[in-house]
C-alpha cells in the first residue's frame, strides 16, 4: 500500500524545496524522477514559463529570487498528475499574480476529482462549493 499511496500524494511543504546548484528545470525534472514520473525538458520549461518563469528557467537557483524559487517549487502541482495535495504555506512569497495562480491550480485539481488539504495563515479564498474549512485558533 506503501507504493500506491506515495503514487498518487503530492506533498509541497513551506520551505520551497530547491536544489540552489541546479535550475529550475533540472530541479522540477529530478523532484518528479524521485517520485516515479519522469517529465520531458520541454514539458518542465512549459510549466515553469506557466508559473512565470519564461526566461529564468535554465539559470542555477540560487540567482531565483525566493518568490521565484517558490514558483518553481510549486511547478510541481503542474506536471504531478496525483489525486491528493498536501500543502503547506503554500502562498508564502508569493506575488498577487502567482497567488491567484496557486488558488486557480488548487479549484481546478478540486474540480476535476482531486483533493488538496492546505495548511495556510493566509485567506486561500477558493470557492466554497467544494471546500471544507477548519480554522485553528489560540
Known amino acids: 500500500m506503501g507504493e500506491e499511496y506515495v503514487a498518487q500524494v503530492t506533498y509541497l511543504g513551506h520551505r520551497h524545496g530547491i536544489k540552489d546548484e541546479l535550475s529550475a528545470v533540472e530541479n522540477l525534472r529530478i523532484s518528479n524522477a524521485l517520485n516515479g514520473r519522469e517529465i520531458?525538458?520541454?514539458?518542465?520549461?512549459?510549466?515553469?514559463?506557466?508559473?512565470?518563469?519564461?526566461?529564468?528557467?535554465?539559470?542555477?537557483?540560487?540567482?531565483?529570487?525566493?518568490?521565484?524559487?517558490?514558483?518553481?517549487?510549486?511547478?510541481?502541482?503542474?506536471?504531478?498528475?496525483?489525486?491528493?495535495?498536501?500543502?503547506?504555506?503554500v502562498l508564502t512569497s508569493l506575488d498577487k499574480r502567482a497567488?491567484?495562480?496557486?488558488?486557480?491550480?488548487?479549484?481546478?485539481?478540486?474540480?476535476?476529482?482531486?483533493?488538496?488539504?492546505?495548511?495556510?495563515?493566509?485567506?486561500l479564498e477558493v470557492p466554497t462549493g467544494r471546500t471544507k474549512r477548519l480554522e485553528l485558533t489560540t
Open 99 to 123: 497567488v491567484s495562480l496557486v488558488r486557480s491550480l488548487i479549484e481546478n485539481h478540486v474540480a476535476g476529482g482531486g483533493s488538496a488539504i492546505v495548511a495556510t495563515h493566509q485567506e
Open 40 to 89: 520531458s525538458k520541454q514539458r518542465a520549461v512549459e510549466a515553469l514559463d506557466q508559473m512565470g518563469l519564461a526566461g529564468r528557467e535554465s539559470l542555477p537557483a540560487r540567482m531565483l529570487s525566493e518568490g521565484q524559487r517558490r514558483r518553481a517549487g510549486l511547478a510541481r502541482l503542474l506536471v504531478c498528475d496525483t489525486k491528493l495535495w498536501l500543502l503547506d504555506e
